[in-house]
């Protein structure tokens, strides 16, 4: 299987928004490539007394709308293509969102599951360490992203504060006026999103990926006419079940859609009776903690086992005949090899990167809405962002008011794709980029 370079199929969805659009040569080249590329190595003391050196970096792609934005992940296989690939999309979902954030993305080649926790702890201390200078909450903005969490957000974001405060008194010696009030302690916690509740998090935060993509849903099939294939109610495949997949599957389920598959990373499993059975994916998570994987068991009414269900795999969840399919986990799961035998008339795109630009033609000739991550789950950095502002004004704002404003955001970015779409008579994604492009360029 050839191996399909990330940073290459963002460059390719760029190219054919540019075909809509008028720039200079020196735009384009702003567009493509990364502002900065930050590579450090530093130590960590591991818990035998031993050094070990590991390597991180930060990838700021693009800061024309305001501070670079993006997750932070910790992966014995971080890809530097993949990196760009995430900070140049999180610099088109943001704009796509109409927020004041650019793009970035960070990382370190480590494998944390073979870390103890003080060893995670100093780790990701050290990281920060090694690029405090070059994050801020006016700078560059970091977030939770594949193995990194909130308690991660929370040391790195404590010690962040230490270097800035050690570094303003050092600069200040010999005067008792360094300011630590809580509002400044706030505005420097606004580096960091995604931090615990009771440490300047937002409400609302582990949900935000997940309703955000329903709300686009609900948003889109208001516009468009999506008729039932199998029996009353509309059915849903959702790949991947964490935080993400789980919540949109959760949201579906509660709004009356059949749920119908399900997946993780070591398997699916798809109801016996299209026309009638569905997920409960509450359940369903239930029944995952206690045998360890998706695959291992199935969940409909109060009852898991596999009377009414049975195991399926990956790639058979994508081809299912359903009406809405919800690829939920990894890059490149919809390729030219699969999208002739995808039946779903509605994809919402809730991974980074799950179509490929081949697959993208494939499912726009064969007729199928496809709803792009940039669109789809920019919940989730909407979210971040309200998170950022809620420090930089030392205020907290209640789960129903930022569940208030997500709604208006993610409704806001939606129509303003679908008329563009309209408008340049192409695809939903080309329509974001051209959106994004333009905020970003300064011609709205």
């Known amino acids: 299987m050839i191996k399909i370079n990330p940073f290459e199929s963002a460059l390719a969805q760029l190219s054919k928004a540019l075909q809509f659009l008028k720039l200079s040569p020196a735009q384009i080249e702003r567009l493509k490539n990364p502002e900065k590329i930050i590579s450090v190595n530093f130590p960590v003391k591991m818990d035998d007394g031993k050094v070990k050196i590991f390597h991180g970096f930060r990838v700021q792609h693009n800061s024309a709308l305001g501070p670079y934005k993006g997750g932070i992940r910790f992966h014995h296989q971080v890809d530097m293509n993949e990196v760009k690939a995430l900070a140049f999309w999180m610099a088109i979902k943001c704009a796509v969102a109409d927020l004041p954030l650019g793009g970035g993305k960070g990382g370190v080649e480590v494998d944390p599951k073979k870390l103890s926790d003080h060893e995670l702890e100093r780790l990701s201390r050290g990281y920060i360490q090694a690029i405090w200078r070059d994050i801020g909450q006016d700078l560059d903005v970091p977030a939770p992203d594949v193995n990194t969490t909130p308690q991660i957000m929370k040391w790195m974001a404590d010690e962040f504060i230490k270097l800035k405060t050690q570094n303003s008194l050092r600069l200040h010696s010999g005067q008792a006026k360094l300011k630590t009030k809580e509002k400044e302690i706030s505005k420097l916690m606004g580096t960091f999103t995604g931090k615990p509740l009771d440490y300047g998090g937002s409400e609302g935060r582990t949900e935000a990926t997940g309703i955000g993509g329903f709300f686009v849903l609900q948003a889109l099939l208001k516009k468009i006419s999506l008729k039932p294939r199998n029996g009353k109610e509309l059915t849903a495949a959702v790949q991947g079940f964490g935080n993400v997949g789980f919540y949109m599957a959760k949201f579906l389920h509660e709004a009356g859609f059949r749920v119908v598959a399900l997946s993780d990373s070591k398997g699916a499993i798809v109801v016996n009776d299209m026309k009638k059975d569905s997920f409960n994916p509450d359940l369903v998570l239930k029944c995952k903690k206690e045998k360890g994987t998706i695959s291992g068991c ?44 995808i039946q779903a008339k509605v994809i919402v795109e809730m991974a980074n990167g799950p179509t490929t630009p081949e697959a993208d033609r494939i499912l726009h000739k064969k007729g199928v809405t496809l709803v792009p991550d940039v669109l789809a789950n920019s919940g989730g950095v909407t979210v971040s962002c309200f998170e950022w502002m809620q420090n930089l004004a030392g205020s907290h704002w209640s789960g129903s008011e930022v569940r208030s404003k997500l709604q208006k955001k993610i409704e806001s970015a939606f129509s303003a794709v679908w008329e563009t779409s309209r408008e340049e008579k192409t695809d939903l994604r080309t329509a974001a980029f051209i959106v994004a492009i333009k905020r970003i360029i300064g011609d709205k």
């Open 298 to 341: 199935y969940c409909v009414g109060s009852v898991c086992d596999l009377k009414n269900g049975r195991p399926t795999t990956n790639e058979k969840l994508l081809e299912l005949p359903v009406d809405i399919l919800v690829p939920s986990a990894l890059e490149n799961q919809i390729t030219g090899d699969n999208a002739d035998r």
